[in-house]
């Protein structure tokens, strides 16, 4: 079955720098493009970053353009999120999603905190 | 990237039904059927419940349902059950791949 593993959060302060990675098994990785969406405390789900599937094209919310990258290593099965100058305002639990066949994202992980706090 | 506009919260008895709206433009749930919903119970991960405004994906129990009218997507949940009980959000894929969420609306099941 789609299993999808995070890890890589924590406390940061910040400026600082953190890189997410989420573990991908249980279907083709290089076949499907994938996504990053998190949850801030108190708030609702908010898209982060999307990557097609060869990782040529990746699209960012305006909210973290230019400070986060997203990339993927599809001989390692795993998806990146690259993610500097953190704000507080980035803190949140992080999820990976698959992006689905039909505008969706159909596969979720149980997700990563991280914490911008001095 | 404007949000999609849901209701904070709704809520029902055991039995009974509930509506959820999603609110989009011209330019996003008004233009294409790609409209999806998803269910994120407390302290777990989000599911995705509704494909392409209507369409549940295997598992999903029909008591769950979407539509759509103009700018405005919706998901009826009848026959209310305790494990109803989550956060609901809806989304649209925009244009160049990109994604916008609901604000998101707590179901309470009183």
């Known amino acids: 079955q789609v299993q999808l593993v995070e890890s890589g959060g924590g406390v940061v302060q910040p400026g600082r720098s953190l890189r997410l990675s989420c573990a991908a098994s249980g279907f083709t990785f290089s076949r499907y493009g994938m996504h990053w969406v998190r949850r801030a405390p108190g708030k609702g789900l908010e898209w982060v970053s999307f990557i097609r599937n060869g990782g040529t094209n990746q699209n960012y919310a305006d909210s973290v353009k230019g400070r986060f990258t997203i990339s993927r290593d599809n001989s390692r099965n795993t998806l990146y999120l690259q993610m500097d100058s953190l704000r507080a305002e980035d803190t949140a639990v992080y999820y990976c999603?698959?992006?689905?066949?039909?505008?969706?994202?159909?596969?979720w992980g149980q997700g990563t905190l991280v914490t911008v706090s001095s | 990237q404007s949000a999609l506009t849901q209701p904070p919260s709704v809520s029902g008895s055991p039995g009974q039904s509930v509506i959820i709206s999603c609110t989009g433009t011209s330019s996003d749930i008004g233009s294409y059927d790609r409209v999806s919903w998803y269910q994120q119970p407390p302290g777990t991960a989000p599911k995705l419940l509704i494909y392409?405004?209507?369409n549940r994906p295997s598992g999903v129990p029909d008591r769950f349902s979407g539509s759509k009218s103009g700018n405005t997507a919706s998901l009826s949940i009848t026959g209310l059950q305790a494990e109803d009980e989550a956060d609901y959000y809806c989304s649209s894929k925009l244009s160049s791949d990109t994604w916008v969420f609901g604000g998101g609306t707590k179901l309470t099941v009183l």
């Open positions: 392409e405004v209507t």
């Open positions: 999603a698959r992006d689905g066949p039909h505008f969706d994202m159909d596969s």
